[in-house]
């Protein structure tokens, strides 16, 4: 399966995450709290796959950016409260995000997600 880079700034969240994605076969090959050290652990790791909550300390959509700078091809699913963070959504998915899933998770649509996304490259 995928090796998946996660990065929310809620150690909760994280949890979350990585539990239903390893439970669907994924790796998980970091955790991130900002968007600073999500940045450094990319370039390091090489994931497949980046969740990517946008609305933490040092934005989420920098990050995106940063991310979509050293690797065009990067894919990048942001994890967001959606109706409570439309514009940095929008510019999120401007910004090269490859897909998006709303908070509070559903597993069910959070494995859909990564698995269309990764199916697109």
Same mark, same amino acid.
């Given at each position: 399966?995928? &090796?998946?880079?996660?990065?929310?700034?809620?150690?909760?969240?994280?949890?979350?995450?990585?539990?239903?994605?390893?439970?669907?076969?994924?790796?998980?090959?970091?955790?991130?709290?900002?968007?600073?050290?999500?940045?450094?652990?990319?370039?390091?790791?090489?994931?497949?796959?980046?969740?990517?909550?946008?609305?933490?300390?040092?934005?989420?959509?920098?990050?995106?950016?940063?991310?979509?700078?050293?690797?065009?091809?990067? &894919?990048?699913?942001?994890?967001?409260?959606?109706?409570?963070?439309?514009?940095?959504?929008?510019?999120?998915?401007?910004?090269?995000?490859?897909?998006?899933?709303?908070?509070?998770?559903?597993?069910?649509?959070?494995?859909?997600?990564?698995?269309?996304?990764?199916?697109?490259?």
């Amino acid at each position: 399966m995928a &090796r998946i880079l996660i990065c929310d700034d809620a150690v909760f969240m994280r949890a979350v995450l990585s539990e239903a994605l390893r439970n669907a076969g994924h790796e998980i090959v970091g955790e991130a709290e900002d968007a600073d050290t999500v940045v450094e652990l990319y370039k390091k790791v090489k994931p497949d796959l980046v969740t990517m909550d946008i609305l933490m300390k040092n934005s989420g959509v920098d990050a995106i950016k940063k991310i979509i700078d050293f690797d065009p091809k990067a &894919r990048i699913i942001v994890v967001s409260v959606l109706t409570a963070q439309e514009a940095e959504v929008v510019e999120a998915i401007r910004s090269g995000a490859s897909g998006i899933v709303g908070k509070p998770i559903n597993r069910s649509v959070l494995l859909s997600e990564v698995t269309r996304v990764l199916k697109s490259a």
